[in-house]
């Protein structure tokens, strides 16, 4: 029915839309500009580490080409756009990559009888759709609606479980302006989804406007932030109450339907490719509309200070210790030894965007400390995000053995299982600082553990 569906940037959201549509019989072809990339996936290899995606990657059938004459075959009658939009300095963003790609697609476009569908499924900011369209406009030569149709629609994937979320999810944005446009939108997904035994249930579709498609993405990424930097600001509060645990109070206010139980968890806040920008563009966007967005301001303020929770706990254990300044942060770590157990900005996934470990390890490798790392898959990527100084640990047993303190940095299921008799066992001083309260404080000090977690008040 679509003839084929091409793929336009074949990252975490374009691969695993491109897979997931690949496996549900559509036929696809992707386009991207990165060789490696390329060569990797004819090869039937992942360029990530992304769990689903091995097996549907071995076997597919998708076309990959760096030609965008070659993706825009006169068989192609829909566009996914999945690019990367990622922030300039001052964290505005870039929409470099997807207008790149609308010249592309235009120029393709002015060649062909038929129509083409082009879907946005990158995040972008209000008003960019129009933007978009009115660059297919003037490089082709067609007019929206006559020779080609625009679709806006977001993409909620969560890295870690990116299939999962493409063929479960809870919501599908299609942000439209003509019927035709929307009606062949809803059905690719539609026959998406039954290519992979869902029955679509039609609640799930939100049918609206571009900007409202585009500020949906915003508000949503937005919301989620406030959730984790909530939690993190009710947590240092719990920790100068002695007695207080935030797991405990989150426990509580998951169980209230209002809130939900999702993203309550306290922690060393949230990184990665989509929070931390998404957040400081609607900033950007705010002011340049003359708003002062104080709560998103705040949000990620919040989030930046739970970085330099870990070195806060360690300088302020070894305080007695070593020489101390705290008003020039001239605090000497160089006798320390620090084990950091993961890297990732989360667990199931190898991506090092924003994660915070990177400035947890450069700000205490600036203080001198001797710093061991472990990431069960992020290990390459971190390679090239951290200091050279950083030993690389090739199992938890190196990273502790000998260390003064270990701080998680993520919560990979495999820290979980480690016992306070391993710490005790390996570690020069058990000094447990748990940044995503994955141990019970109990149990960690009753076998005489140094323990300090995110939000547990100390009695
Ligand atoms: P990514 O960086 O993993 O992948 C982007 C891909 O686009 C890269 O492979 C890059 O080589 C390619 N590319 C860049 N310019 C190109 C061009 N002109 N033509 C063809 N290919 C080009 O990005 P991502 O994480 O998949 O994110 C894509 C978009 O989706 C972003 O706007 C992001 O904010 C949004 N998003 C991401 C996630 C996520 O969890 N990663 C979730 C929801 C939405």
């Given at each position: 029915m679509f003839g084929k569906v091409a793929v336009f940037g074949l990252g975490y959201v374009g691969l695993t839309t491109a897979l997931a549509l690949d496996a549900a019989n559509i036929r696809v072809v992707g386009y991207d500009i990165d060789h490696d990339k390329l060569d990797k996936l004819k090869n039937g290899e992942l360029c990530m580490y992304e769990p689903g995606l091995e097996n549907l990657v071995k076997n597919h059938n998708i076309l990959v080409t760096s030609n965008p004459n070659v993706a825009l075959q006169d068989d192609v009658k829909i566009v996914l756009v999945c690019v990367g939009t990622p922030s300039y300095d001052d964290g505005s963003i870039n929409l470099e990559y997807v207008f790149n790609c609308?010249?592309?697609?235009?120029?393709?476009?002015?060649?062909?009888?038929?129509?083409?569908?082009?879907?946005?499924?990158?995040?972008?900011?209000?008003?960019?759709?129009?933007?978009c369209i009115n660059v297919l406009e003037q490089f082709s030569d067609k007019r929206h609606g006559q020779g080609f149709g625009f679709v806006m629609s977001p993409e909620f994937l969560r890295e870690g479980s990116a299939l999962n979320d493409t063929i479960n999810p809870d919501k599908?944005?299609?942000?439209?302006?003509?019927?035709?446009?929307?009606?062949?939108?809803?059905?690719?997904?539609?026959?998406?989804?039954?290519?992979?035994?869902?029955?679509?249930?039609?609640?799930?579709?939100?049918?609206?406007?571009?900007?409202?498609?585009?500020?949906?993405?915003?508000a949503n990424n937005a919301c989620l932030a406030t959730k984790i930097s909530f939690m993190n600001d009710m947590a240092t509060l719990c920790e100068s109450v002695p007695g207080a645990d935030i797991k405990v109070i989150e426990k509580a206010l998951g169980m209230d339907y209002r809130i939900s139980p999702h993203f309550l968890s306290a922690g060393l806040g949230y990184g990665g490719s989509c929070f931390p920008k998404d957040v400081q563009a609607l900033i950007r966007f705010a002011e340049n509309i003359g708003m002062d967005p104080i709560l998103l301001h705040e949000i990620q303020g919040i989030n930046l200070s739970q970085r330099d929770w870990p070195e806060y706990i360690i300088r302020s254990i070894y305080r007695n210790e070593t020489e101390y300044d705290d008003d020039d942060h001239s605090g000497d770590l160089s006798h320390l030894r620090v084990a950091v157990l993961g890297l990732a900005f989360k667990p199931n996934t190898d991506d090092m965007r924003d994660a915070p470990s990177v400035e947890i390890i450069r700000n205490l490798t600036m203080r001198g400390a001797d710093i061991i790392v472990h990431d069960p898959e992020?290990?390459?990527?971190?390679?090239?995000?951290?200091?050279?100084?950083?030993?690389?640990?090739?199992?938890?047993?190196?990273?502790?053995?000998?260390?003064?303190?270990?701080?998680?940095?993520?919560?990979?299921?495999?820290?979980?299982?480690?016992?306070?008799?391993t710490f005790k066992k390996l570690m020069r001083r058990p000094v447990v600082i748990d940044g995503r309260r994955i141990y019970d404080p109990q149990e960690m000090l009753g076998a005489g553990i140094e323990y300090y977690g995110v939000g547990f008040g100390k009695l």
């Open positions: 609308m010249e592309d697609i235009a120029i393709g476009l002015a060649d062909r009888e038929e129509s083409l569908l082009i879907i946005l499924k990158s995040t972008v900011l209000p008003g960019t759709s129009e933007e599908i944005v299609i942000g439209f302006k003509y019927d035709a446009e929307r009606e062949m939108a809803t059905e690719l997904y539609e026959q998406m989804l039954r290519g992979h035994d869902r029955e679509p249930n039609y609640d799930i579709f939100v049918d609206c406007n571009y900007m409202n498609a585009e500020f949906i993405k915003y992020a290990m390459e990527n971190a390679g090239k995000a951290l200091f050279t100084t950083v030993t690389y640990a090739d199992d938890i047993y190196e990273a502790l053995t000998g260390a003064d303190c270990v701080i998680v940095v993520t919560e990979w299921k495999e820290y979980t299982y480690i016992k306070p008799a």
